[in-house]
């Protein structure tokens, strides 16, 4: 009896560690629009529409792909940046990862890293996935072009993401994590964004592994924060900082890599590198029915509360590089 009212006790321990989070998530109607953050959804509908139309990788569209780059690499020119890229071979052909940075203040040597991973899947568009995540990343880097950041600040639009490089050595990520550890830079914090353009009001809209959906909403109209048992700490700055900013419903998880989606995007290859990593998304297949399909399309991304992610999201990175 005492063996079972123990290893009940661990459970109960374990999913509270991993579910308990910092502050509220915001609830009820949402605001309106600000004029600015009007003017914010429609560049990210114009970044969405210029990646991510139409089918984009190296095996079925590999000109595509190409286009996308150049067009991050002139989006990220034209607002003042210094471009560099990572060029590697994978199936061989010619790939790169595209970066820019903000140079930190008293705490340069501290790295934090947004990235978002610009293919998409053998057919699909992938307006969604990731076209949502690389437009949040461009306009993350319009915002914080002016910033003085104490900490020094990365912006990466990573290649190779998608089956069959996903957890591969040619993922873009991995080459990028790999180049990292062996330089010996000190990142911090890294946050993927993944999949973060679609929600719903409707109940029942929001789905989850085992045994996650006993303890979030089944609404899916929130931002979630993933993070793996070693990244919780970060996952607890993080969101808690987001909450102060952004009034836009958020969830948050600190999870072992083994449920399924903990692990599904470019935060994996920082965390096998030994660094924190968080994976900022909309829960992708457990919410977006459009997922990895042809109907992945610029119209099925909700651009309004897109705006409003970005916002509570730069709000946050700003709080984190000043600290």
């Known amino acids: 009896m005492l063996f079972w009212f123990a290893l009940v006790a ?75 890229a990572q060029r590697f071979e994978a199936d061989r052909k010619e790939v790169r990862n595209i970066e820019v940075e903000l140079a930190g203040g008293a705490r340069r040597d501290e790295i934090i890293l947004v990235g978002a991973h610009y293919d998409s899947a053998i057919g699909a568009p992938g307006a969604n996935d990731n076209g949502s995540g690389v437009a949040a990343t461009l306009e993350l880097a319009r915002l914080m072009r002016d910033s003085k950041p104490a900490r020094t600040v990365r912006l990466v639009a990573f290649v190779n993401e998608e089956p069959p490089f996903f957890a591969s050595g040619e993922m873009g990520s991995q080459h990028y994590a790999r180049r990292s550890r062996q330089r010996g830079e000190k990142i911090v914090a890294m946050f993927s964004l993944e999949t973060i353009g679609w929600y719903s009001d409707r109940p029942g809209s929001q789905r989850y592994p085992f045994p996650l959906g006993f303890f979030y909403p089944s609404t899916g109209n929130f931002l979630a924060f993933v993070a793996n048992l070693s990244s919780r700490a970060l996952l607890h700055e993080a969101i808690a900082s987001f909450r102060r900013q952004a009034r836009f419903p958020s969830e948050g998880v600190a999870a072992p890599a083994f449920i399924p989606g903990v692990d599904w995007s470019d935060h994996r290859s920082f965390w096998e590198q030994g660094y924190p990593a968080l994976m900022v998304t909309d829960t992708a297949p457990y919410r977006y029915p459009y997922y990895h399909t042809m109907q992945d399309t610029p119209d099925k991304v909700d651009y309004e509360r897109l705006a409003r992610v970005v916002t509570g999201l730069d709000g946050m990175l700003r709080d984190l590089a000043s600290r």
Not at 37 to 65: G, Q, T, Y
Request: glycine share 6%.
């Open 10 to 84: 661990f459970g109960a321990g374990s999913l509270w560690y991993m579910v308990t989070v910092p502050g509220r998530s915001y609830a009820g109607a949402l605001e309106a629009l600000s004029a600015e953050e009007k003017v914010l959804a429609d560049r990210l509908r114009r970044h969405v529409a210029a990646v991510a139309s139409r089918e984009h990788n190296i095996f079925n569209d590999p000109a595509a792909l190409e286009a996308a780059a150049r067009y991050i690499e002139f989006t990220l020119s034209e607002l003042g940046y210094q471009v560099n």
